[in-house]
């Protein structure tokens, strides 16, 4: 049973390198999350990326998160994948968790593709028996032939897209974080990568996607989560939540 | 309610080996819990240590040879000349040079290797849940696959100047051993600060010169016993005089005294309860220093 339960989660980003001017420039820049200066801890500044979130998720959700730049949508997603543990508040996962939220993780551009594929799984978790397993299909999903044997130093961005997403959709997860990261391949990669996710989504009884983009949302989520400044703006059935992302933009 | 919820699902979650984090206190120890979690992932740590010293090589006619080489031919010049300048026998202060160096080169490499560690893999750090200990562990492997390399250095200085094997020596992995304990938290502790306090990784590179200076590395502590107190300020007190002469003693075929036993099990003890009360503090606030 995946679920993923948040209880008033909360993220702040401390600002180490920062003075007065940053902290200006912060203010009225407009997007991002709420900058404050923590009480608390000696007048340190922090960005509140995440303010009070609570929601839960259960087996068959499939979450598409909207929002401007900088309204937390890659932070919940960390918080979610383990990479940061909340500030303030809970949330537990139950579940095996696959996330493919940055490209080539634990990628050496001086290695060849296929040592890649070796260690990205190690990465991911996987057991060396379970990679000899997987190699051959990672390997025909890239389509990448015999460049697999080259050094990823010599791969165009979009090669890298697709050694990348192929390692990452190799497990199969309970549940499935995505973040923006297709646009970089070309258009047949692009479905070919829909093909995946919807295969995946037949496994994986849970995802949570980030994306700019309404048509991915519409066709990959049930629901939605419209973030402004780190809060919930609007919780529900995508088409909804979409109509109200909408709003906002029109209404700037 | 929510919480109640939250309580069964970490059960669920547990039973699963799925993941949960929590932002207030861990029920379990961050420092044992991670550890455990990075012993497991053995595979990734040890292929990563290895395509460390591989890639270090890349492209290089003699590859692994040039640490040996350079571990050579430092240790053959400082040799003589440290040997001549002090009227020591060539034959007894080269071998005790040597060993003390590469025992020296696991200690200061490691030390210095470990506080950009986790600052470098702030990438998958981030996006992954992944315990900080791989990186750890990759710099200790690294380190004494290195270790290996330059102990080559050693076999041929003791057979230049006719060795004789004894029962001591049979203490290098104990001594070995006990030395990595303690690089194991003296790295992770160093690793964590080193993300929060970016100066730290200049202050050890200052602080490891001077070290090699004031540590009977190329100087016998014997030479101290003419002047009073130094012998137990620079040698006795010395950590890294200790880690150096558990590993330098059985080399020499001779058995370290047992103060550096003691100091490096006290120091290990004390050591890992300073890093767990660390951690504890601190194990959720270190991805945000990255």
């Known amino acids: 049973m995946a679920a993923i339960v948040l209880d008033r989660v909360c993220v702040d980003f401390p600002i180490y390198d920062s003075d007065r001017s940053l902290r200006k420039l912060l203010f009225h820049a407009g997007i991002g999350g709420v900058v404050r200066n923590d009480a608390t801890r000696r007048n340190r500044l922090t960005i509140r990326a995440l303010d009070n979130l609570s929601f839960e998720l259960h087996e068959g959700d499939r979450l598409g998160l909207i929002g401007h730049n900088g309204a937390g949508k890659s932070t919940l997603l960390r918080v979610m994948a383990g990479g940061y543990r909340p500030s303030s508040g809970t949330i537990s996962i139950s579940g095996e968790v696959a996330s493919l939220l940055s490209l080539g993780i634990g990628f050496d551009v001086e290695d060849t593709g296929l040592e890649n594929i070796y260690t990205g799984c190690l990465f991911y978790g996987m057991t060396p028996a379970q990679i000899r397993e997987k190699t051959a299909e990672i390997a025909e999903f890239t389509e990448l032939g015999e460049y697999l044997r080259m050094p990823v130093r010599t791969y165009s961005s979009g090669m890298q897209v697709r050694l990348s997403f192929a390692i990452a959709t190799a497990i199969d997860p309970d549940i499935w974080l995505l973040d923006e990261v297709l646009g970089a391949g070309d258009a047949q ?64 | ?27 379990r120890e961050p420092l044992w819990a991670d550890l455990r979690e990075g012993l497991g992932r053995w595979h990734l740590w040890f292929n990563l240590a290895w ?76 996006a992954i849940r992944i315990p900080y200990s791989v990186f750890i562990f990759r710099v200790l492997t690294r380190n004494l696959i290195v270790f290996g390399h330059n102990l080559v ?29 303690n690089y194991l938290w003296i790295s992770l502790l160093l690793a964590a600060i080193c993300a929060r306090f970016r100066d730290v990784v200049q202050l050890v590179a200052n602080a490891s010169t001077v070290l090699f200076f004031v540590t009977p590395i190329f100087w016998q502590p014997a030479q101290l016993d003419s002047v009073p107190f130094a012998r137990s300020l620079l040698a006795d007190a010395n950590f890294a005089y200790h880690l150096v002469e558990v590993i330098r003693a059985p080399l020499l075929g001779t058995t370290p005294e047992p103060l550096s036993f003691v100091y490096l099990g006290v120091a290990a003890v004390f050591g890992f309860s300073v890093t767990a009360l660390f951690l504890r503090r601190f194990y959720d606030r270190i991805a945000y220093w990255l």
Request: hydrophobic share 55%; charged share 15%; aromatic share 8%.
């Open chain 2, 1 to 27: 309610m929510i919480v109640e919820l939250a309580r069964n699902l970490h059960l669920v979650s547990q039973s699963l080996g799925g993941a949960r984090q929590t932002g207030g206190r861990s029920r």
């Open chain 2, 51 to 126: 395509k460390d010293i591989r890639s270090r090589y890349r492209r290089t006619v003699i590859g692994p040879f040039w640490t040996v080489l350079s571990t050579a031919t430092l240790v053959a010049a400082l040799g003589f000349v440290n040997a001549t300048l002090w009227h020591v026998e060539i034959a007894i202060y080269l071998p005790f040079f040597c060993a003390g160096y590469i025992a020296w080169l696991l200690f200061i490499t490691i030390v210095n290797e470990s506080g950009p560690s986790l600052t470098a893999a702030e990438a998958s750090i981030k």
């Open chain 1, 189 to 252: 990669f692009i479905i070919k990568a829909q093909r995946r996710i919807e295969q995946l989504m037949q496994r994986a009884s849970l995802l949570v996607l980030a994306s700019h983009s309404m048509n991915v949302i519409r066709q990959f989520c049930n629901n939605g989560l419209l973030l402004r400044a780190g809060r919930i703006e609007e919780f529900g059935p995508a088409d909804e939540v979409i109509a109200a992302y909408e709003r906002s933009v029109v209404a700037g």
């Open chain 2, 153 to 181: 250095v050693f076999v041929v200085v003791a057979l230049i100047f006719a060795l004789r094997p004894t029962v001591s020596m049979l203490l290098l992995p104990v001594g070995l051993a006990l030395a990595m304990v």
